[in-house]
T-cell receptor, first 114, second 115 residues
Framework: AQSVTQLGSHVSVSEGALVLLRCNYS??????LFWYVQYPNQGLQLLLK??????LVKGINGFEAEFKKSETSFHLTKPSAHMSDAAEYFC????????????FGQGTRLTINP | EAGVTQFPSHSVIEKGQTVTLRCDPI?????LYWYRRVMGKEIKFLLH????????ESGMPNNRFLAERTGGTYSTLKVQPAELEDSGVYFC?????????????FGAGSRLTVL
């Protein structure tokens, strides 16, 4: 069975600092991996996804993530945090075969300090 | 194009009452999914429709939950009778034909509070 672990339910960084949100996955087959973001009172929005092409994936709003098979990780980074990045972030996995449902991590709430 | 629309955005009911949540997917999206997030936990898959057919309902917690998608357009999720543990945010998502879960568009969610 697939699973996702997000390390840290809350992360706080200063404006302009590096954002690093951690995600480790478990999958018996090559996975598709996703990062979603939820801003207050909005739905889940896709930030980026890995689908077995380039291991470094660039997404919207300056975010990127690197797929590391040896570490079973897909950490999300952004070089310089903006106040508008404050939101909850979810890592998710699906398998290549069915791809009919996503398995999510517990989410990481990102706070940006001025 | 309009996104995925869910209503109500928030519902507060007493234990034992019935609630019906509605989801309007993006027009032309054959795939419709329901997910749920209980407070502080991960978002979990409930079920998947392809048009009007239930493709996978392995995530439905028990028979108090009934999902329908008559005519393959909008979907409803009924909880009857509601229990305290049903409180959470119910998300609907849709995707185009033959794309599955890899290109989902999510709605804003319906928050259910059972007192």
């Amino acid at each position: 069975a697939q699973s996702v672990t997000q390390l840290g339910s809350h992360v706080s960084v200063s404006e302009g600092a590096l954002v690093l949100l951690r995600c480790n996955y478990s999958s018996s087959v090559p996975p598709y991996l996703f990062w979603y973001v939820q801003y207050p009172n909005q739905g889940l929005q896709l930030l980026l996804k890995y689908t077995s092409a380039a291991t470094l994936v660039k997404g919207i709003n300056g975010f990127e993530a690197e797929f590391k098979k040896s570490e079973t990780s897909f950490h999300l980074t952004k070089p310089s945090a903006h106040m508008s990045d404050a939101a909850e972030y979810f890592c998710a996995v699906s398998d290549l075969r069915g791809a009919q449902k996503l398995v999510f991590g517990q989410g990481t709430r990102l706070t940006i300090n001025p | 194009e309009a996104g995925v629309t869910q209503f109500p955005s928030h519902s507060v009911i007493e234990k034992g009452q019935t609630v019906t949540l509605r989801c309007d997917p993006i027009s032309g999206h054959d795939n419709l999914y329901w997910y749920r997030r209980v407070m502080g936990k991960e978002i979990k898959f409930l079920l998947h429709f392809v048009k009007e057919s239930k493709q996978d309902e392995s995530g439905m917690p028990n028979n108090r939950f009934l999902a329908e998608r008559t005519g393959g357009t909008y979907s409803t999720l009924k909880v009857q009778p509601a229990e305290l543990e049903d409180s959470g945010v119910y998300f609907c998502a849709s995707s185009p034909p033959a794309t599955g879960a890899n290109v989902l568009t999510f709605g804003a969610g319906s928050r259910l509070t059972v007192l």
